[in-house]
């Protein structure tokens, strides 16, 4: 593992698949500007806000998505990661699906996401994500790369899920990268922390690409795409605006506070 610069792009996607790859291209273009050899894209970045549409055009969205996916990092010579976009699981269901690919196009790591989204939320919004959407049956993996480290992935929801992000850690993980379209009531009081609590308690990095801003009437996201050390803190936050979030990946901080707080040597329960 190198130091090297990560970016988690932050966007408003729409119910509109040609207009989010094109927001998505430019952010791709702006984060290798500014020297990004990681991008990471945020959940639902090529479809975000009405359901229904995005069942019906499920097979097209997931198509145009990881050619999307293949042809950016070919293009700008990157490892990009789509961080959910729908695969047709079933009649009327799809699976959340992550995807990691490689400045080749090679795809590296897929990884359908597990927790899913059912809540009432105090401002009177209701999410049933399984109504649509299928959970993944099996834990994400770690990728090695020699150059950007362990990478671990998960999406948005498993945040709340402290063992998925301890199974990334006793597997290697170095980083870990959570994609999300966080809700804005939500995101206000929790994500930050959660992100902070992830990396703290695992040493590890956290990259968390975001949504931001109103998708359609009702479905507000909470935006602050953000970079967080294995020590908690906050190198890079991209606000309320879409944009990107960019910082350095450094193995000698790792290996500092690995030194420094070695709590995953001393678990008792495994």
Aim: proline share 5%; glycine share 6%; with cysteine.
């Amino acid at each position: 593992m190198k130091a090297y610069l990560a970016a988690a792009v932050q966007m408003t996607s729409e119910p509109d698949l040609e207009k989010n790859l094109a927001q998505a291209e430019d952010l791709i273009d702006l984060a290798v500007r500014q020297g990004a050899e990681l991008v990471t894209l945020p959940e639902n970045f090529s479809f975000l806000g009405d359901e229904a549409a995005k069942i019906d055009q499920a097979e097209s969205i997931c198509r145009s998505s990881e050619t999307f996916l293949k042809t950016m990092a070919q293009r700008y010579q990157v490892t990009l990661l789509g961080g959910g976009y729908p695969v047709v699981a079933h009649e009327g269901k799809v699976f959340n699906t992550a995807l990691l690919v490689a400045p080749d196009g090679e795809a590296l790591m897929r990884y359908e996401k597990v927790h899913l989204f059912d809540v009432n939320l105090p401002d009177g919004n209701t999410y049933r994500e399984s109504n649509t959407v299928v959970s993944g049956q099996s834990l994400p993996s770690v990728y090695p790369s020699k150059d950007l480290g362990n990478l671990g992935i998960s999406v948005c929801y498993d945040v709340r899920f402290p063992e998925l992000y301890r199974h990334l850690s006793q597997m290697g993980a170095e980083v870990l990268v959570v994609p999300a379209a966080f809700t804005a009531y939500t995101g206000k009081d929790h994500w930050q922390v959660l992100l902070q609590a992830r990396a703290i308690e695992n040493t590890c990095y956290v990259i968390a690409p975001a949504q931001t801003g109103f998708h359609n009437a009702r479905r507000q996201s909470h935006g602050h795409a953000a970079i967080i050390d294995p020590w908690g803190m906050v190198l890079a936050d991209a606000g309320n605006q879409p944009g990107v979030a960019i910082a350095e990946i450094n193995p000698s901080r790792l290996e500092q506070v690995r030194r420094q707080m070695p709590s995953l040597q001393h678990r008792v329960f495994i």
